[in-house]
Structures are given as C-alpha cells and as structure tokens.
Nanobody, 129 residues
Framework: QVKVVESGGGSVQAGGSLRLSCTQS????????WAWFRQPSGKEREGVAT??????????TYADSVKGRFTISKDNDKNTVYLEMTDLQPDDTAMYLC????????????????????WGEGTQVTVSS
C-alpha cells in the first residue's frame, strides 16, 4: 500500500523560511514523479514545484510565483522530497500537499494535479505580514 506523508508546516512572519518534507513508502521504483501543490482556502490547487527522476536524470520545475525562493530536492536514502521555502510572503499561505506517482512526467504534465495517483493529507503553511 502506497503511503505519502507530509510534515514541516507552521506559522512564520513574512520573510521567514520553512522546510517541508514528503516521504513515500510502499512502492519501490527507480522512476518517480513528485510534486508539491498548494491550495489556499477557497481556491484551486496550484502546482508549486516538481521533481521527476530516474536512475540517471533529475528534472525540477517551479511555478513562476516561487522561482528563486523555493527549492525542491530529494534524499534517495530516505525516499523523501523536501521543499525549502525562503522569503515567504502572505500569498504563500495555503495547505501544501505532496503528490506522487510512479513513472516520468514531462515538465508541463508534472504541474497537473490529475497526473498524481497518491497524495498526502497536507501540511498548513501560514505567513503573517
């Protein structure tokens, strides 16, 4: 049974930083697609950052709104993806959700929520001004 679990959310002031973690278990595969999405209250889910890899290559993608501030990375030993978020702003306030699927997604496809088979329950990030 595949399980995806996020952690690391919290409340910070504008300009602060947080690191989110997403761990997948239950399905071992060399080619994986991971994504962080966020969903502000009452709004649609938005792709934030994705990481797609196989045994040789890694592809990362960022939404324009977070480029230069957020970094996605992976610890293969822990099968965990991280989202390092810096210079957080009130507009970053949202529930952050991690999506996962087996296989390679293109840059464009990786930012589509419908492409992911498994999701965590999410972790709340709140940024105050």
């Amino acid at each position: 049974q595949v399980k995806v679990v996020e952690s690391g959310g919290g409340s910070v002031q504008a300009g602060g930083s947080l690191r989110l973690s997403c761990t997948q278990s239950g399905f071992a595969t060399r080619t994986q697609s991971w994504a962080w999405f966020r969903q502000p209250s009452g709004k649609e889910r938005e792709g934030v950052a994705t990481l797609v890899h196989n045994s040789k290559d890694t592809q990362t993608t960022y939404a324009d709104s977070v480029k230069g501030r957020f970094t996605i990375s992976k610890d293969n030993d822990k099968n965990t993806v991280y989202l390092e978020m810096t210079d957080l702003q009130p507009d970053d306030t949202a529930m952050y959700l991690c999506g996962w699927r087996n296989g390679w997604l293109t840059v464009a496809a990786s930012l589509e929520a419908k492409r992911y088979n498994y999701w965590g329950e999410g972790t709340q990030v709140t940024v105050s001004s």
